[in-house]
């Protein structure tokens, strides 16, 4: 076991690693101009061209800076701007270009607005979509199991977008049926919070839950003709105690595991319905950044979204390895 | 959430057809597993009508100009006479405007929303066909030579599919952008074509890994069978085995995860031009209209409904084909 997690650990840090890496080199490396960038076209001088390089150590070797970088996200560092040193803390993501604020401070005023909406989708899309595919899986083959079926393969062709555009346009603005999605700090006003948000829940968890209840139907359908359930059967438990406490438990294995990978890809997918609902979360501040070529801020993004993804998917993999021994050996 | 490639060879992994040579397979009828396959699709009527529907699509963007021509309009004309002050299209449909005009510009409808059918088919079958050549590349050299090429590719592929695809899609637009001499100093013609060619590299690079893994998968089952054996014990070249005896069996999830991905990248192209950061002008492309329309939804919904027609439409039908194909390779996946 230590063995499978340090080894699952190990190529865990070797993907962060190397993201930061391809990001940056991307970012700073490759031709671009983010000194050019913040000065402007218009009424750049040469004189604050250079300044404004020399301040962001620009002019530096690259593998120096990219120490200093990496430095700033463990211990912080220091910009000196004009004889001005300013100090960022420690997981440091540099200054945004725009507004000279700290990224890492932008980015954390973001976060409760992506995690607000990807919790309520979390429960919704499991709970939705493992009852609708349980209660298909248990019907196979009748004509309800095969409208279902049918239903939620054609909902889930229509590119998401859609579906969420049309609401947000036809249900909320037009005949407001639906509350106007929108976001107030849950500090604030709890109330006001959860209306904000409850349009965007219902929006992805009726939409996202289609491919759950697929999934959960394929996996309850292969437990039910297990052995362990016949077992069940034959010492005479309830239908209802075999399929809910016997099967789902088993059924539910690989569900879970793609729902922990689906909510950590969430967080950086969350940007059409950010975008859609007028809520300003993390997607929506890499498309604001995205105009003013602010690429400390997208920099930063990109690097916090694949650590999440990358962490989810090693828990993800040791939470398996716990239930499914067999895992370990491949 | 997440919207494009990485979901798309989901349920490929089982394909019975695959896993058996080709010749074994075909002894019951004397048929290839692939015309076995095109057989029980030809019998599938929801497969057929979508068939059809791709189709109708891929002539109406082969044909766009000779559309445009019979409707005796351009896309990139403006009509600013046919707009009020506030830029409101002061008439609907008309003989000389099939679908009206477009608010503030008067850029014909018509002719904009079969020119717009363009651009997302070429960028979904170009990234379709990369994203299958390299997966296809890949996965058959990790799996088959083994060792520490294998080691390289599965870390890369691991590495490709943890990566957030939105968000570096999104990214990499002003890098490129930049690299060309940033936005300022690009002309709308060259920062659309930037931007083309943007898309189909970001959508083929996040699109191979998946098929790649699906592939070695298969390879490293079929490189240990009899045949594959005899082929390499009679000095058979390793490209020969590689493209000869072990290919052809790769023909069902090759086939899946291609019709799979179609819509996926029809979907992400619309998806991030609406964003804007996808396609800009002057290339018309459905995402964009859709997210200028959202301004004018009250007032002049058919301005929003025809862009927003056009890809449902067109996802919908190479969804529900890509679908049809995969019960088709693989009877199991069948309701």
């Not at chain 1, 697929?214 to 105690?241: C, N, P, Q």
């Not at chain 1, 998917?313 to 390895?321: H, P």
């Not at chain 2, 599919?161 to 690299?179: D, Q």
């Amino acid at each position: 076991m230590i063995y499978f997690v340090a080894r699952r650990l190990i190529s865990a840090l070797s993907v962060v690693l190397v993201t930061l890496i391809a990001t940056f080199a991307l970012f700073f490396i490759a031709p671009t101009d983010p000194a050019g960038a913040i000065c402007g076209e218009r009424n750049c001088t040469q004189q604050r061209y250079n300044e404004i390089k020399q301040n962001l150590h620009l002019d530096k070797p690259k593998v120096q800076q990219f120490a200093e970088y990496t430095a700033g996200i463990f211990a912080g560092r220091d910009f000196t701007t004009s004889g001005v040193t300013r100090h960022c803390g420690a997981p440091c993501l540099g200054f945004s270009f725009k507004n000279d604020r700290p990224v890492t401070e932008m980015l954390t005023s973001r976060i409760p607005v992506t995690v607000s909406l990807v919790a309520g989708y979390a429960v919704l899309v499991l709970t939705i979509g493992v009852l609708v595919g349980s209660l298909a899986a248990k019907r196979r083959g009748t004509m309800g199991d095969r409208v279902l079926m049918s239903s939620t393969l054609v909902i889930s062709s229509v590119p998401y977008y859609i579906v969420a555009l049309m609401i947000s346009l036809y249900l909320t603005v037009l005949y407001p049926i639906l509350p106007r999605g929108g976001w107030t700090p849950p500090s604030e006003n709890i109330g006001k919070w959860a209306a904000g948000l409850v349009t965007p829940w219902l929006v992805l968890g009726i939409y996202f839950c289609t491919s759950y209840a697929r999934y959960s139907r394929g996996s309850m359908v292969e437990t039910l003709s297990e052995d362990f359930i016949r077992t069940a059967r034959a010492k005479g438990l309830s239908d209802r105690k075999v399929t809910y406490k016997h099967a789902l438990r088993a059924g539910l294995i690989p569900v879970i595991t793609i729902f922990g990978l689906d909510v950590a890809a969430s967080l950086a997918g969350a940007i059409f319905t950010e975008r859609i609902f007028d809520l300003p979360g993390l997607g929506v501040l890499v498309l604001d950044s995205l105009n003013s070529y602010d690429l400390p801020v997208i920099m930063g993004t990109v690097l916090v979204a694949s650590v999440v993804v990358v962490t989810m998917n090693f828990l993800v993999d040791i939470a398996y390895s716990l239930v499914d021994p067999r895992v370990r050996l491949s | 959430m997440t919207i494009g490639p990485p979901d798309t060879t989901v349920g490929v992994e089982e394909h019975p057809a695959s896993a058996e040579p080709a010749r074994a397979a075909s002894v019951a009828h004397g048929k290839s597993p692939t015309r076995i396959a095109m057989d029980r699709l030809r019998k599938d009527k929801v497969a057929v009508t979508c068939a059809v529907i791709v189709v109708l699509f891929i002539l109406v963007a082969v044909f766009a100009p000779l559309l445009a021509k019979l409707e005796g309009q351009d896309y990139s004309a403006f009509h600013t006479d046919l707009v009020d002050e506030f830029g409101f299209p002061l008439q609907g449909p008309t003989a000389a405007h099939w679908f009206g005009v477009e608010p503030k510009t008067g850029r014909d409808n018509f002719a904009r929303w079969v020119y717009g059918a363009r651009p997302s088919l070429i960028v979904a079958f170009t990234a379709t066909l990369f994203g299958t050549v390299v997966g296809v590349t890949m996965g058959l050299l990790a799996g088959f030579l083994g060792g520490w090429v294998d080691r390289v590719i599965s870390w890369v592929i691991d590495f490709v599919l943890s990566l957030p695809y939105l968000l570096f899609a999104i990214a990499m637009v002003p890098i490129v952008e930049s690299w060309r001499g940033g936005s300022f100093n690009l002309s709308p013609e060259e920062q659309a074509s930037t931007r083309f060619y943007v898309l189909i590299f970001v959508l083929s690079f996040f699109g191979w890994a998946g098929l790649a893994r699906i592939i070695r998968g298969e390879v490293l089952s079929l490189r240990e069978r009899e045949f594959v054996l005899a082929a390499k014990a009679i000095g058979v070249p390793t490209r020969q085995v590689l493209f000869k005896e072990l290919l052809p069996n790769l023909v069902a999830p090759i086939v899946i995860s291609a019709s799979l991905s179609l819509p996926a990248y029809v979907t992400a192209e619309a998806g991030l031009s609406f964003l804007g950061v996808g396609l800009v002008e002057p290339i018309p492309s459905w995402g964009q209209t859709i997210a200028v329309a959202t301004n004018w939804f009250k007032a002049y919904p058919l301005f929003l409904w025809l862009p927003v027609i056009g890809i449902t439409l067109l996802v919908l039908a190479l969804a529900l084909l890509g679908d049809a194909v995969r019960d088709a390779f693989d009877p199991k996946t069948r309701r």
